[in-house]
């Protein structure tokens, strides 16, 4: 970590430049299993599936960037980067299940689970939204769904970059 803060270039650049690179890395590994997809799909719904998945792509690493940089050790870095994942992931189904209550369970608990849930769909992306198999088995995706998930991956990765910038600039040593 020292090494990086004695390069002779900015700390907004250097977080800039291995966002744009592990972005660029996240759309070449879509292209690449998109291309595959191919032959499988329809083009379309693979172009649709393609740039959903470089957007989710894009969007883990960000998180990675942030948390290598603002924890000091790798493990709980990578924790913390799989249960964001898997935590953005379910919370689709995590509404699901606490909408529909438990019949004759009035508790505190169950009355609040329902609005934690809500809450944390707030604070987190919706990435069960994102790359949808669904969209190339059935053709049912869209542009207006690609444009809302592209919104919200910028909206994160923005929110994500800041944060990592504030970390590294907060670092004296």
Known sequence: FEFIL????????YVMGKLLGFGLIGI???IAVS??????APAADVLLWGISLACELWL?????????IALPQIM???????????????LGAMQL???????????????????LVD?????????????????LADRNGGWNLIAAIAAQAAIYIGLLAA??????YRKNY
Do not use: N
Not at 35 to 40: I, S
Not at 83 to 89: D, E, K, P, Q, S
């Open 97 to 115: 299940m606490s909408s529909s209550p438990i019949p004759g369970e009035a508790s505190l608990a169950h009355q609040a689970l329902p609005r």
């Open 6 to 13: 004695s390069l002779d270039i900015r700390r907004a650049s």
């Open 35 to 40: 291309a595959v997809a191919m032959a499988l």
């Open 163 to 168: 944060a990592t910038m504030f970390d590294l």
């Open 28 to 30: 070449l590994l879509a």
């Open 60 to 68: 883990v690493a960000a998180v990675s960037l942030f948390c290598v």
């Open 119 to 135: 809450l944390l769909a707030l604070l987190l992306p919706r990435l069960d939204t994102f790359t949808q198999s669904a969209w």
């Open 76 to 90: 709980p870095a990578a924790g913390f980067v799989l249960g964001f994942y898997v935590l953005a992931r379910s």
